[in-house]
């Protein structure tokens, strides 16, 4: 069985920042790509960043130059440092994981629960 726990959502004022933290646990082979999504109030779920092999980095024009992805491979932990904050960044954050787990031999993705961000005055 694998778990992703996502934690740091918040609330924030504009400008500010939070730091959202992801761990994935359970009988884990191999992380290929672990990410983040978010969704906001009455629209779709959309992707905002991933990071591959611990270093290859991708992340959506709207938080370009916002937002840094990062990984802490030992822990099987993602993180996502969320700067300068707008009040559009307010969504769920969900952290995904595509992974293989011991007794299995094919990879697939896996998805934490979700932490609220709020951005407001």
């Known amino acids: 069985q694998v778990q992703l726990v996502e934690s740091g959502g918040g609330l924030v004022q504009p400008g500010g920042s939070l730091r959202l933290s992801c761990v994935a646990s359970?009988?884990?082979?191999?992380?290929?790509?672990m990410g983040w999504y978010r969704q906001a109030p009455g629209k779709q779920r959309e992707w905002v960043a991933s990071?591959?092999?611990?270093?290859?980095?991708t992340s959506a024009d709207s938080v370009k130059g916002r937002f840094t992805i990062s990984t802490d491979n030992a822990k099987n932990t993602v993180y996502l440092q969320m700067n300068s904050l707008k009040p559009e960044d307010t969504a769920v954050y969900y952290c995904?994981?595509?992974?293989?787990?011991?007794?299995?031999?094919?990879?697939?993705?896996?998805w934490g629960e979700g932490t609220q961000v709020t951005v407001s005055s």
């Open positions: 995904t994981a595509d992974l293989r787990r011991t007794e299995s031999t094919y990879f697939r993705e896996y």
């Open positions: 990071i591959t092999a611990g270093v290859i980095t």
């Open positions: 359970g009988s884990i082979a191999t992380i290929r790509t």
